[in-house]
């Protein structure tokens, strides 16, 4: 199975903040029922991994970066 990684984004309440949910550089929601992002988790395809929650989009991409290369 292919390893296909995906970020997601979470609400403080722990539920998924959907992707059409528009954010200032500063990191403010412009949505109005958005309230805000707390923590990005990597998940992958293979249904055997889950990244630890990072704050930043980019490190929890960055774990499953490096998930992918060790499974190969």
Do not use: Q
């Amino acid at each position: 199975m292919p390893h296909k990684i995906t970020v997601n984004a979470y609400h403080p309440d722990g539920t998924v903040c959907p992707p059409d949910h528009k954010f200032t550089t500063g990191n403010r929601p412009l949505a109005e029922d958005c309230t805000g992002r707390t923590v990005f988790v990597a998940t992958c395809a293979c249904d055997t991994w889950t990244g630890t929650p990072s704050s930043t989009k980019g490190y929890a991409a960055e774990m499953g970066r490096r998930h992918r290369t060790a499974t190969r």
